[in-house]
T-cell receptor
Framework: DAGVTQSPTHLIKTRGQQVTLRCSPK?????VSWYQQALGQGPQFIFQ???????QRGNFPDRFSGHQFPNYSSELNVNALLLGDSALYLC????????????FGSGTRLTVV | GQQLNQSPQSMFIQEGEDVSMNCTSS?????WLWYKQDPGEGPVLLIA?????ELTSNGRLTAQFGITRKDSFLNISASIPSDVGIYFC?????????????FGKGTLLTVNP
């Protein structure tokens, strides 16, 4: 049973560019959350998607947007990249109603130069 | 964004020793979770606590949900080399439209064989 799959595992972008990160949730999970983990920090909540809608958002600017598809997979888009956006981006999937029963993926390491 | 106060920041211990780490918050949570993160991986859930005063064990790990609902601790008994990693606490306020977890900055544990 595959867990949460994230792609790509690493990427390097230039300031001002745009990036799309992808997440396939664990089989049977219908909810996807995205977290940003800067070096030496704990994960910070970006937003959560359920039924193809963003239902809660953390303290992140509008440059961060997302999407959930009918098959429950999700994308995180970041526009106008800043150096400070360099981080590990984690996707976590869960079943609606299972309080915080998250399964995390291994993350995408984004470096902005 | 808000992060929980987690201590110590790092620990270096000998194999076989017991370990204790804790997490405090200025606000109340109704769920406390403890995760372990290995290099290049996402966090993995160790223990979940859902009730104030609750004491829960998972093998050599024991965690407690503080009575005030503003703190939690994690103990590891008889440490082994594979306990090496970063341990994170996380608080949640389930119910209503709140789905995010707030994480601490982590405790880096090193075990000397």
């Amino acid at each position: 049973d595959a867990g949460v799959t994230q792609s790509p595992t690493h990427l390097i972008k230039t300031r001002g560019q745009q990036v799309t990160l992808r997440c396939s949730p664990k089989s049977g999970h219908d909810t996807v959350s995205w977290y940003q983990q800067a070096l030496g920090q704990g994960p910070q909540f970006i937003f959560q998607y359920y039924e193809e809608e963003e239902r809660q958002r953390g303290n992140f600017p509008d440059r961060f947007s997302g999407h959930q598809f009918p098959n429950y997979s999700s994308e995180l888009n970041v526009n106008a990249l800043l150096l400070g956006d360099s981080a590990l981006y984690l996707c976590a999937s869960s079943v609606q109603g299972a309080d915080y029963g998250y399964t995390f993926g291994s993350g995408t390491r984004l470096t902005v130069v | 964004g808000q992060q929980l106060n987690q201590s110590p920041q790092s620990m270096f211990i000998q194999e076989g020793e017991d370990v204790s780490m804790n997490c405090t918050s200025s606000s109340i949570f109704n769920t406390w979770l403890w995760y372990k993160q290995d290099p290049g991986e996402g966090p993995v859930l160790l223990i979940a606590l859902y009730k104030a005063g609750e004491l829960t064990s998972n093998g050599r790990l024991t965690a407690q949900f503080g009575i005030t609902r503003k703190d939690s601790f994690l103990n590891i008994s008889a440490s082994i080399p594979s306990d090496v990693g970063i341990y994170f606490c996380a608080g949640g306020r389930s119910g209503g439209s709140n789905y995010k977890l707030t994480f601490g900055k982590g405790t880096l544990l090193t075990v000397n064989p």
